[in-house]
């Protein structure tokens, strides 16, 4: 019999057992109907479990995962589509949407920071959490670059948008946010694409408008990283 | 040939992408530059949305499945996980707050500011 290990190294078992954890994490998201059963945070723990319970190292996973990692960058590219699309609410509105993603991202990061100095947490704990408000595929770039340890980016950007999508409603009622574009940007730079989810069944303005600002919010958090985070 | 087209025009996008970081005299990711290649490609009308549309409705659609090796990696990080996961939720969870709070008070003032101009 064939050493089981290298079976466990071909790229197609990493790959299926993905799509399979994923497809889980659908059905078991329709089926619940809760925000708390994010498909791509069920996906991660069936995998991990899978993973540590049959002792298969992470690098055998990663000869497929490596392969579906490879289309974060097209996925990245694909946004300016959904920015494109809505180039006519960006362009009526553009003071306000550049306004608040820039004070909306600077805040997060800001805010992210001081936190961490006051929990005492290291360096590269700091540089994973800092991009924790935007959209995954930028916040890992974010990370990576500025030595954070992307897997914990990753989780900590899928909890914040959970969190973002759960207190949405209750966010805009405390703070007396009566402006739909107001409420849309705010979802969008505080929890990206799950609050936009949520913000899509709020109202089709706040829908638009939170998608709009995980590109913009995106963007400038690089940019702000560039400058503050050297 | 469609789809495999519309690999292609977005495949080459990301190469540009990454030629360009590589000639910036600072580091931007590759991703990033690509992104905005591809807005500037679709103002111009340089590319219609139609060129990749199925293509691009694939990897948007399923944005959140391709982030599952990224996050799996997690379990080389169970360690510091266990160590901070409290601090974690916690800040999470506060700059969450903030955050939308300042982002809806400075989109507020600058409404305010110019319906009175």
Redesign the interface.
Known sequence: MKNMRELWASPFF?IAV??V??WLGTKLQARLKSVLC????I??LL??GL??LLNIP?ES??A???I??M???????????????K?EILKENW??IV???T??SV??MG??YL??RL?R?DEA?TAS?IP??IT???A???SG?HGG????T???V???GI??SI??PF?IRL?R?K?P???G???G???H?IGTSRALQIGETEGAMSGLAI?VC??IT?IAS?IFMK | MKIIKQFGIIFAICWLGAVVEHLLPFAFPASVIAMLLLLICLLTGLLKVEHIREKSDFLLGNMAFFFIPAGVNVINYLDILKTSWLPLLVICTITTVITFAVTAFSIRLTMRLLKRK
């Open positions: 990493g993905s799509i954890a994923f994010n498909p791509l945070l996906a991660i995998i991990v993973l540590s992470y996973y990663n497929g995962g490596a579906i990692n289309f974060l960058a097209p996925a990245t590219a694909c946004l300016a589509v959904s920015i494109y699309s180039i003071l306000p306004v608040g993603c004070v909306g805040t997060s805010s992210v936190l961490c929990f947490l704990m959490l924790k408000s995954t595929p930028i890992v770039e974010v670059s340890i992307v897997p914990v990753v989780i900590a899928i909890f914040t969190l973002g207190l949405a966010l703070f946010v402006d574009v107001a409420a940007l705010s979802i730079a505080c929890s694409a590109g995106g963007i690089v560039m």
